[in-house]
């Protein structure tokens, strides 16, 4: 528990609701600016920016972690209130809203698919949990 606990501390959450985890050796947050992304780029030993991609995986797990719980927290409260209120679990006008509104936040064309597929997941986890709630 305490390896989580310190994981978590790690990570800190900005105004748009997003976070950006904290390297354990610097400030930076992740992504193009953090130097590991660089090391990883330029030649050099392999073994090295594998591990500097392995590592920059792990501080983003951290983050979907608690991004996760954050919004299964959401997830659960939408949950007791269709509960309270005889709301079906599946509304699928939402969902399709969701996907082309979450699409747009992908730049790379190559990655907007899987993305999709992510958000699919995620939205299936959901209403796996909102029917164990209710």
């Known amino acids: 528990m305490e390896q989580r606990e310190q994981n978590l501390a790690?990570?800190?959450?900005?105004?748009?609701?997003?976070?950006?985890a904290k390297c354990e050796s610097d400030d930076l947050p992740l992504g193009r600016e953090h130097p590991l992304f660089y090391n990883f780029l330029q030649a050099g030993d392999f073994?090295?920016?594998?591990?500097?991609?392995?590592?920059?995986?792990?501080?983003?797990?951290?983050?979907?972690?608690a991004l996760?719980?954050?919004?299964?927290?959401?997830?659960?409260?939408v949950a007791e209130y269709k509960k309270q209120n005889n709301l079906p679990i599946f509304d699928e006008?939402?969902?399709?809203?969701?996907?082309?509104?979450?699409i747009e936040y992908i730049k790379n064309d190559e990655l907007k698919p899987y993305y999709l597929e992510f958000?699919?997941?995620?939205?299936?986890?959901?209403?796996?949990?909102?029917?164990?709630?209710?």
């Open 10 to 20: 790690n990570v800190q959450f900005v105004a748009e609701g997003c976070a950006l």
């Open 47 to 65: 073994m090295s920016n594998l591990e500097n991609a392995r590592k920059i995986i792990n501080e983003v797990d951290v983050q979907l972690a």
């Open 68 to 77: 996760f719980e954050k919004r299964m927290d959401a997830v659960k409260m």
């Open 93 to 102: 006008n939402r969902e399709k809203e969701i996907c082309k509104k979450e």
């Open 119 to 134: 958000i699919q997941c995620l939205m299936d986890i959901s209403k796996k949990f909102q029917r164990n709630i209710m």
